[in-house]
């Protein structure tokens, strides 16, 4: 079998080396000039940011400078200044009326915070309340922007029987403090009843009159009835872990224009001080809002929701109210199946259009004013957050809550469908993960988000050095919770790894740099009638087989179809130049076929204009989402059949006929796997260059088997039919032109090696690109050795096998290579180990020789011990060599003969020495740091005893594995 193509990706080989209104300006993005300075030196803009987490104003101007200082030294390009303190359990430690959000001294703190991030070139983010949800102190819960909700209450009554006695009260209790806003009536169905739910009869539903608070009511009939009453009322919702003000906050109604505006009240009033709007004007910041954990037992609520749902969906609300009420968060009456779900979706609709109506567009346009963009994750609530990412200048999502790529993937398709730039992340928050959670974990966890579209990193987090009562090593945001280990992780000085930090942060910061480089290129828009994110649901196909074969897609919802740039030109959908546009069912309605007549409107004119659109299902009798009105349904289905008469349109009956049908439209994948692989990829067009981030990792939470390592060949389609392959390091931040593949009409053919995790970048551009001096020089098709690179222009071979190897160039020519002996690679064992012991009252040195190497708590004197520890050691050699550190927790730097070593890939730790070595003696010096979970084990056993000791240090085998090289 001929061998088309290998690509060097790292380690040592065997067969190779393994709707919005108009944003603000994005933060420039350094497009490539010739050579690779751009990538590896990346501009603040793209550079990691933190959450920064203050006990609210319990902090120092002076300490916040510090703090701004140690983040830039870092390498973090912003903070985000949060008021959270869910570790301190004991509020009355704190003094919200001197030190709490919005008052002085909270001001005084921002302003040093802005002040010192404008004078070391980063950007800080301030959240839009106390904690979470957006909350102010100057409402109270019945005041009218305040969070409401709907409580409804029920009592039986038989039919022909009288009822007489006071409006039900509610069934879920709540504030004393209530409006009824009705009482109906409503016969019971048991046809219509499941298990949780009582069935009513929607034709017998009707209003009953009280008579100030008591009713009089005779039922009709012989069957029996419920009276039904509805209980407006303030929730009472508080922000996490307060309180933070005094007097106490209260979380605003984030469906109401009034709610939106007593939050823009309260900044314009008490927050934007003089020097703080000044300041705000050149920071290059944005505001930011948490995920919408609005809590409530009944049904969420607003005053206006009565009028605007009939104005909006075309019939009163009042009659499918019954069914949409709920209880506990759980629903409690129904009608028949589909009638119950179109009413729900009816309702949840309306909530979502004035969710992004008067809540996220009013405070977009509100930043904008002041400068800033709004940043903020906009579920948590059954809303559209498709068409939310599409309003937000920068949508979020987390790596804690989110359940597989495709809830990036929603939010992706809102950004790229509105023209925007980011899509961010809150990375790296792990429950219990308090101070054991390593970089090698969050790298695991985050390395498949960025081919979802992911291209900001925030972490999760920064805390600020003290707070009233915290003991050692600080005041950490999340940690003790609830008296235990809580969430990760409070990076910083206080952590022995951030001696290491500059190589975690520069390597995000080139990840985020790639990912912003031009306009993504997805294969597929995937259409959904309901936004929801967060719900871990994927497309059918696409996400199982699909993408494990190569395929990506996003997901867009019926609003974006009416943004400025959903147009179709050559064939192709919007500026991300979809190929193919796929319709399911609704996957939170029953599957149902639905659509709005608007979209099958659009989707006409899609078909008509040449795209291709795949249909899964029943469509020929769809409907219309919601209670449909008169007619409706028969106009849809008539546009629909229009439809599917089209000839860039296929319609399929069960998944498994979708890569048929996208195969008969000539829809292919950008890029292609040459066998079903955990390969995740996304790729971005500059100009003429093409921009591949390419990561081994999981597609879907837990997934089956596990994600290995992978060796197999990748074709990549290109821009520039004469473009060369260029492999970006973003670790090291090197790029150099790959040596080793072919090329034909449908792309670079090349082969993928990468260890669970691991990523890196190829461009395809211009020769010279990256100011290399191979020129238009001939390239390797194929070789019996490890490895073909390009060294100061010409080709050479490496190899761990000594002997003849024959090497195919590009020219057809093929050229015999030999390669004398090269010696056995050989295990280092005999170390001298020297550990800085992080302890509460100073660091202290721990000395062993070893002639083994094992985790630290099994070596005599560090049992419970976290630091940095420096392992040396002496080696003869007489040619390169690869050094393979094996196992190391958790980061680590390598020095040979004093020189210190490009930065180490945490997920494959092999590092080429060979340029380093001397013949001889050469001295070998590897620097690990660890968490600090070790150590609080015997620091604060009340919190931490618990804990599983984690095998800290070297851990080896570590191998010097030598190699032979020669010029072709």
């Given at each position: 079998?001929?061998?088309?193509?290998?690509?060097?990706?790292?380690?040592?080989a065997?067969?190779?080396?393994?709707?919005?209104?108009?944003?603000?300006?994005?933060?420039?993005?350094?497009?490539?000039?010739?050579?690779?300075?751009?990538?590896?030196?990346?501009?603040?803009?793209?550079?990691?940011?933190?959450?920064?987490?203050?006990?609210?104003?319990?902090?120092?101007?002076?300490?916040?400078?510090?703090?701004?200082?140690?983040?830039?030294?870092?390498?973090?390009?912003?903070?985000?200044?949060?008021?959270?303190?869910?570790?301190?359990?004991?509020?009355?430690?704190?003094?919200?009326?001197?030190?709490?959000?919005g008052?002085?001294?909270?001001?005084?703190?921002?302003?040093?915070?802005?002040?010192?991030?404008?004078?070391?070139?980063?950007?800080?983010d301030?959240?839009?309340?106390?904690?979470?949800?957006?909350?102010?102190?100057?409402?109270?819960?019945?005041?009218?922007?305040?969070?409401?909700?709907?409580?409804?209450?029920?009592?039986?009554?038989?039919?022909?029987?009288?009822?007489?006695?006071?409006?039900?009260?509610?069934?879920?209790?709540?504030?004393?403090?209530?409006?009824?806003?009705?009482?109906?009536?409503?016969?019971?169905?048991?046809?219509?009843?499941?298990?949780?739910?009582?069935?009513?009869?929607p034709?017998?539903?009707?209003?009953?009159?009280?008579?100030?608070?008591?009713?009089?009511?005779?039922?009709?009939?012989?069957g029996?009835?419920?009276?039904?009453?509805?209980?407006?009322?303030?929730?009472?919702?508080?922000?996490?872990?307060?309180?933070?003000?005094?007097?106490?906050?209260?979380?605003v109604?984030?469906?109401?224009?009034?709610?939106?505006?007593?939050?823009?009240?309260?900044?314009?009033?008490?927050?934007?001080?003089?020097?703080?709007?000044?300041?705000?004007?050149?920071?290059?910041?944005?505001?930011?809002?948490?995920?919408?954990?609005?809590?409530?037992?009944?049904?969420?609520?607003?005053?206006?929701?009565?009028?605007?749902?009939?104005?909006?969906?075309?019939?009163?609300?009042?009659?499918?109210?019954?069914?949409?009420?709920?209880?506990?968060?759980?629903?409690?009456?129904?009608?028949?199946?589909?009638?119950?779900?179109?009413?729900?979706?009816?309702?949840?609709?309306?909530?979502?259009?004035?969710f992004n109506?008067?809540h996220f567009t009013?405070?977009?346009?509100?930043?904008?004013?002041?400068?800033?963009?709004?940043?903020?994750?906009?579920?948590?609530l059954?809303?559209?957050?498709?068409?939310?990412?599409?309003?937000?200048?920068?949508?979020?999502?987390?790596?804690?809550?989110?359940?597989?790529?495709?809830?990036?993937?929603?939010?992706?398709?809102?950004?790229?469908?509105?023209?925007?730039?980011?899509?961010?992340?809150?990375?790296?928050?792990?429950?219990?993960?308090?101070?054991?959670?390593?970089?090698?974990?969050?790298?695991?966890?985050?390395?498949?988000?960025?081919?979802?579209?992911?291209?900001?990193?925030?972490?999760?987090?920064?805390?600020?050095?003290?707070?009233?009562?915290?003991?050692?090593?600080?005041?950490?945001?999340?940690?003790?919770?609830?008296?235990?280990?809580?969430?990760?992780?409070?990076?910083?000085?206080?952590?022995?790894?951030?001696?290491?930090?500059?190589?975690?942060?520069?390597?995000?910061?080139?990840?985020?740099?790639?990912?912003?480089?031009?306009?993504?290129?997805?294969?597929v828009?995937?259409?959904?009638?309901?936004?929801?994110?967060?719900?871990?649901?994927?497309?059918?196909?696409?996400?199982?087989?699909?993408?494990?074969?190569?395929?990506?897609?996003?997901?867009?919802?019926?609003?974006?179809?009416?943004?400025?740039?959903?147009?179709?030109?050559?064939?192709?959908?919007?500026?991300?130049?979809?190929?193919?546009?796929?319709?399911e069912?609704?996957?939170?309605?029953?599957?149902?076929?639905?659509?709005?007549?608007?979209?099958?409107?659009?989707?006409?004119?899609?078909?008509?204009?040449?795209?291709?659109?795949?249909?899964?299902?029943?469509?020929?009798?769809?409907?219309?989402?919601?209670?449909?009105?008169?007619?409706?349904d028969?106009?849809?289905?008539?546009?629909?059949?229009?439809?599917?008469?089209?000839?860039?349109?296929?319609?399929?009956?069960?998944?498994?006929?979708?890569?048929?049908?996208?195969?008969?439209?000539?829809?292919?994948?950008?890029?292609?796997?040459a066998?079903?692989?955990?390969?995740?990829?996304?790729?971005?067009?500059?100009?003429?260059?093409?921009?591949?981030?390419?990561?081994?990792?999981?597609?879907?939470?837990?997934?089956?088997?596990?994600?290995?390592?992978?060796?197999?060949?990748?074709?990549?389609?290109?821009?520039?039919?004469?473009?060369?392959?260029?492999?970006?390091?973003?670790?090291?931040?090197?790029?150099?032109?790959?040596?080793?593949?072919?090329e034909?009409?449908?792309?670079?053919?090349?082969?993928?090696?990468?260890?669970?995790?691991?990523?890196?970048?190829?461009?395809?551009?211009r020769?010279?690109?990256f100011?290399?001096?191979?020129?238009?020089?001939?390239?390797?098709?194929?070789?019996?050795?490890?490895?073909?690179?390009?060294?100061?222009?010409?080709?050479?071979?490496?190899?761990?096998?000594?002997?003849?190897?024959?090497?195919?160039?590009?020219?057809?020519?093929?050229?015999?290579?030999?390669?004398?002996?090269?010696?056995?690679?050989?295990?280092?064992?005999?170390?001298?180990?020297?550990?800085?012991?992080?302890?509460?009252?100073?660091?202290?040195?721990?000395?062993?020789?070893?002639?083994?190497?094992?985790?630290?708590?099994?070596?005599?004197?560090?049992?419970?011990?976290?630091?940095?520890?420096?392992?040396?050691?002496?080696?003869?050699?007489?040619?390169?060599?690869?050094?393979?550190?094996?196992?190391?927790?958790?980061?680590?730097?390598?020095?040979?003969?004093?020189?210190?070593?490009?930065?180490?890939?945490?997920?494959?730790?092999?590092?080429?020495?060979?340029p380093?070595?001397?013949?001889?003696?050469?001295?070998?010096?590897?620097?690990?740091?660890?968490?600090?979970?070790?150590?609080?084990?015997?620091?604060?056993p009340?919190?931490?005893?618990?804990?599983?000791?984690?095998?800290?240090?070297?851990?080896?085998?570590?191998?010097?594995?030598?190699?032979?090289?020669?010029?072709?």
């Amino acid at each position: 079998m001929t061998r088309r193509g290998f690509l060097v990706l790292g380690g040592v080989a065997t067969a190779s080396v393994a709707l919005a209104g108009q944003p603000l300006p994005s933060p420039a993005t350094a497009a490539p000039a010739s050579g690779a300075g751009w990538f590896q030196r990346p501009e603040a803009g793209v550079r990691p940011m933190v959450r920064w987490w203050w006990p609210d104003a319990h902090v120092t101007p002076s300490e916040i400078r510090r703090e701004v200082d140690q983040l830039a030294d870092a390498g973090f390009g912003g903070a985000e200044i949060a008021a959270v303190h869910h570790s301190i359990s004991d509020k009355s430690v704190l003094d919200p009326a001197k030190h709490g959000w919005g008052t002085p001294a909270w001001n005084a703190a921002v302003e040093a915070a802005l002040d010192q991030a404008a004078r070391r070139g980063v950007t800080i983010d301030l959240t839009i309340g106390p904690s979470w949800p957006a909350a102010v102190p100057t409402i109270t819960p019945e005041s009218e922007a305040a969070c409401k909700e709907l409580a409804h209450g029920s009592v039986q009554v038989a039919g022909g029987s009288t009822y007489r006695g006071p409006v039900p009260p509610p069934a879920v209790e709540g504030r004393s403090e209530r409006t009824l806003l009705l009482v109906q009536a409503a016969e019971i169905e048991p046809a219509h009843s499941t298990r949780d739910e009582t069935g009513l009869d929607p034709a017998s539903v009707r209003t009953v009159p009280v008579d100030g608070d008591t009713i009089t009511w005779t039922a009709p009939g012989d069957g029996d009835w419920l009276l039904i009453s509805y209980w407006q009322r303030g929730s009472g919702q508080r922000p996490e872990s307060g309180p933070h003000t005094a007097p106490e906050a209260y979380v605003v109604d984030h469906f109401s224009r009034a709610g939106t505006h007593a939050v823009i009240d309260f900044w314009e009033r008490r927050l934007l001080t003089p020097s703080i709007r000044k300041l705000l004007k050149r920071s290059g910041g944005a505001l930011f809002e948490d995920s919408i954990e609005i809590e409530s037992d009944a049904l969420p609520w607003t005053p206006e929701l009565p009028a605007e749902f009939e104005r909006r969906r075309g019939y009163p609300l009042t009659d499918v109210l019954p069914v949409v009420v709920l209880a506990d968060e759980d629903p409690v009456f129904a009608f028949d199946p589909v009638l119950t779900r179109h009413a729900r979706k009816d309702y949840w609709d309306t909530v979502s259009e004035l969710f992004n109506e008067h809540h996220f567009t009013a405070l977009r346009d509100w930043a904008h004013s002041l400068g800033l963009r709004l940043r903020a994750q906009p579920y948590g609530l059954q809303t559209d957050a498709i068409e939310a990412a599409a309003i937000l200048d920068v949508p979020e999502g987390e790596s804690l809550g989110f359940k597989n790529l495709d809830d990036y993937r929603c939010l992706a398709g809102g950004r790229d469908m509105a023209g925007g730039a980011v899509l961010s992340c809150e990375a790296g928050a792990y429950q219990g993960g308090a101070y054991t959670t390593t970089w090698r974990k969050l790298l695991l966890t985050m390395g498949g988000g960025y081919a979802a579209g992911l291209n900001q990193t925030v972490l999760h987090g920064f805390s600020y050095a003290s707070a009233p009562g915290a003991r050692w090593p600080g005041f950490a945001a999340f940690t003790p919770y609830g008296g235990s280990v809580g969430y990760a992780e409070s990076w910083g000085p206080r952590q022995p790894t951030w001696d290491h930090i500059t190589d975690i942060s520069r390597y995000f910061a080139r990840i985020n740099l790639i990912m912003r480089q031009g306009t993504p290129r997805v294969d597929v828009a995937v259409f959904r009638q309901t936004g929801y994110t967060k719900t871990g649901i994927g497309a059918t196909w696409f996400t199982a087989n699909g993408v494990p074969t190569g395929w990506t897609h996003q997901f867009v919802s019926g609003p974006l179809l009416d943004l400025p740039d959903a147009r179709v030109r050559d064939g192709r959908l919007g500026r991300l130049a979809y190929k193919a546009l796929f319709v399911e069912g609704d996957r939170f309605g029953g599957n149902e076929c639905t659509m709005t007549r608007r979209v099958a409107e659009r989707l006409l004119a899609y078909a008509r204009d040449g795209l291709p659109i795949v249909l899964l299902g029943a469509w020929e009798s769809a409907s219309v989402p919601g209670v449909p009105r008169e007619g409706d349904d028969e106009r849809l289905r008539a546009l629909v059949t229009d439809l599917l008469t089209q000839p860039t349109v296929r319609r399929v009956t069960t998944a498994d006929e979708v890569p048929g049908a996208l195969e008969a439209l000539g829809v292919r994948p950008d890029v292609r796997y040459a066998t079903p692989s955990t390969l995740l990829t996304m790729r971005r067009v500059a100009g003429r260059v093409d921009y591949y981030y390419l990561c081994n990792g999981k597609h879907q939470e837990n997934a089956k088997p596990p994600v290995t390592a992978i060796d197999h060949e990748v074709t990549l389609a290109r821009t520039d039919g004469n473009g060369v392959p260029y492999l970006l390091n973003p670790w090291t931040g090197r790029a150099e032109r790959i040596a080793r593949y072919t090329e034909d009409a449908g792309g670079i053919h090349l082969r993928v090696a990468l260890h669970p995790g691991q990523a890196r970048v190829i461009a395809i551009g211009r020769p010279g690109l990256f100011g290399d001096r191979t020129g238009t020089r001939p390239h390797a098709t194929d070789t019996s050795a490890d490895q073909v690179v390009y060294d100061n222009g010409h080709l050479v071979i490496r190899t761990t096998k000594a002997g003849r190897h024959t090497t195919t160039l590009s020219t057809g020519r093929t050229i015999t290579t030999r390669i004398d002996e090269i010696p056995q690679p050989t295990e280092l064992r005999a170390w001298h180990l020297k550990v800085r012991d992080r302890r509460p009252d100073g660091d202290h040195t721990h000395t062993l020789d070893l002639d083994r190497l094992a985790p630290w708590h099994d070596l005599p004197g560090l049992a419970d011990v976290s630091g940095v520890g420096t392992y040396t050691t002496t080696a003869h050699l007489d040619g390169p060599a690869y050094l393979d550190l094996g196992e190391v927790t958790d980061t680590c730097r390598v020095r040979v003969n004093g020189h210190l070593l490009d930065p180490v890939d945490l997920l494959h730790p092999v590092i080429d020495v060979g340029p380093h070595l001397e013949r001889g003696e050469n001295t070998i010096e590897v620097e690990v740091a660890t968490p600090l979970g070790n150590r609080l084990r015997q620091a604060d056993p009340a919190v931490y005893g618990s804990l599983t000791p984690q095998a800290y240090g070297l851990l080896g085998p570590v191998r010097l594995v030598p190699y032979g090289e020669e010029r072709i």
